[in-house]
């Protein structure tokens, strides 16, 4: 593995960490906001480096491709899983983002199946940052809630959140329809290639 995989590696196992640690605190509310936001911030942080590092190192490979948005898949979720479940985050729209990112992962089966390796497009990484500042949020206020801050902009705070995962479903939807007409065109080349 490339120090870019690596990286992308780091994800796998923090996703489940902060899972753990925000389902199942053992320290005190203080103790464990500070520890989550280490662990959001690193995983954050590590799907920006990982690309840029394998970029300028000439290490872009077919399987650091595929092994990027798995991990970002893989650690999104876990967060999301908590927002869900503490009514933060809507679940028809956690649903949808699951219903997508499976999809798209699909997609990518089935395109290794033919040797070909579908990248990043630009409105998967649009709706990955939006997927960051929408758990970005949903933190903020679970972190309000965790620590009995700043009551009057709690409310306030909730329906921004929900806007912003209401703007990342859509966009995951849209991101899809690109990712499909993408696979087709890549489909149609190959077989136009072994033709």
């Known amino acids: 593995m490339s120090i870019a995989d690596k990286i992308t590696l780091s994800r796998v196992f923090l996703a489940p960490l902060f899972f753990l640690l925000y389902r199942y605190p053992l320290l005190e509310a203080l103790p464990t906001v500070i520890l989550l936001w280490l662990l959001f911030a690193v995983i954050e942080l590590s799907d920006l480096v990982d690309g840029k590092i394998a970029r300028s190192s000439s290490t872009v490979s077919d399987f650091g491709k595929l092994f990027d948005p798995f991990a970002d898949v893989l650690a ?16 028809w729209i956690f649903l949808i983002i699951l219903y997508r990112e499976f999809s798209i992962l699909f997609l990518r089966m089935m395109l290794s199946g033919r040797g070909i390796a579908m990248g990043a497009r630009p409105g998967g990484k649009l709706k990955a940052g939006l997927y960051m500042v929408s758990g970005l949020f949903a933190l903020l206020y679970s972190s309000l809630q965790r620590l009995s801050l700043a009551a009057p902009l709690q409310n306030p705070l909730k329906v921004l959140v929900v806007v912003v995962f209401v703007a990342a479903g859509v966009l995951s939807v849209l991101s899809f329809v690109d990712y499909l007409i993408q696979y087709k065109k890549l489909t149609s080349a190959a077989k136009g290639h072994n033709s």
Not at 77 to 90: E, H, L, Q
Request: aromatic share 24%; hydrophobic share 55%; charged share 10%.
């Open 76 to 91: 999104r979720v876990s967060y999301f899983i908590c927002f869900a479940f503490d009514g933060i985050m809507p679940l």
